[in-house]
T-cell receptor, first 116, second 114 residues
C-alpha cells in the first residue's frame, strides 16, 4: 500500500481564492511527522509546513495551514488567498517513528496552477 | 551561507559509464540523503547517512553506491549507468534532532543517460 497518497495530479485555482491539496497517509507508528514541500518550476524543494502526530492543533505558517485529521489519516494543505507565485508542484511527505533517522516518504505530488 | 550544493547541475552520460554526483553541505548536519525524482513517483530515497562512515539503503538503492568519509560530503556514484537512471537527483541534509527533523534540499542534478 502507498504510504503517502496524493490523489489530485493537477489543480486549478483562481487568484485570491483558497485551495485544498489532499494528502492521506498510512502508518502503524504512533509517532510520525507530516511535511509539505513546494517545488516551483525552477526545481528546488521548499519546506512549507510540518505537523507532528502528537500536535493537538493544526499547523499554520502564514497563508499555509495543515488540516490534520488523525483518525482519517489525512493531512491536507490549505493555501489561503492564492497568488500567482503559488503555481508549483506540492509534495506531501511523512517521517515515521520517533527515531532520528529522519527518512521521508513522499507522495507523487499535485501540480497547482493559479489563474487570474 | 552556502548551505547545500550539488554538482554538476546537469550531466549527460552514456550507458555503462561511471558517474559521480557530488553533494556538499556547510551546516555540519549529521544526516544526509539522496533522492531521485521521476514523473509519477515523486521523490524516492536511494541512500542515506546518519554520520560519517555510516550509510544505509533507502527504497531504490540498486545500481548506486555512496560513501561518506567527511560529514560535509556525500557523493553518489552510478557504477555503470543505465537509461533507467535518467532522473533528477536531490541531495538533502538534516540536523537529525529537534522537533521537525526538517530536511534541507540541494538544487538538484539533472542526469541523462543515453
Amino acid at each position: 500500500a502507498q504510504k503517502i497518497t496524493q490523489t489530485q495530479p493537477g489543480m486549478f485555482v483562481q487568484e485570491k481564492e483558497a485551495v485544498t491539496l489532499d494528502c492521506t497517509y498510512d502508518t502503524s507508528d504512533q509517532s510520525y511527522g507530516l511535511f509539505w514541500y513546494k517545488q516551483p518550476s525552477s526545481g528546488e524543494m521548499i519546506f512549507l509546513i510540518y505537523q507532528g502526530s502528537y500536535d493537538e492543533q493544526n499547523a499554520t505558517e502564514g497563508r499555509y495551514s495543515l488540516n490534520f485529521q488523525k483518525a482519517r489519516k489525512s493531512a491536507n494543505l490549505v493555501i489561503s488567498a492564492s497568488q500567482l507565485g503559488d503555481s508549483a508542484m506540492y509534495f506531501c511527505a511523512m517521517r515515521e517513528g520517533p527515531g532520528t533517522a529522519s527518512k521521508l516518504t513522499f507522495g507523487t505530488g499535485t501540480r497547482l496552477q493559479v489563474t487570474l | 551561507d552556502a548551505g547545500i550544493t550539488q554538482s554538476p547541475r546537469y550531466k549527460i552520460t552514456e550507458t555503462g559509464r561511471q558517474v559521480t554526483l557530488m553533494c556538499h553541505q556547510t551546516w555540519s548536519h549529521s544526516y544526509m540523503f539522496w533522492y531521485r525524482q521521476d514523473l509519477g513517483h515523486g521523490l524516492r530515497l536511494i541512500y542515506y547517512s546518519a554520520a560519517a562512515d555510516i550509510t544505509d539503503k533507502g527504497e531504490v538503492p540498486d545500481g548506486y553506491v555512496v560513501s561518506r568519509s567527511k560529514t560535509e560530503n556525500f557523493p553518489l556514484t552510478l557504477e555503470s549507468a543505465t537509461r533507467s537512471q535518467t532522473s533528477v537527483y536531490f541531495c538533502a541534509s538534516s540536523l537529525g534532532r529537534g522537533r521537525f527533523y526538517e530536511q534541507y534540499f540541494g538544487p538538484g542534478t539533472r542526469l541523462t543517460v543515453t
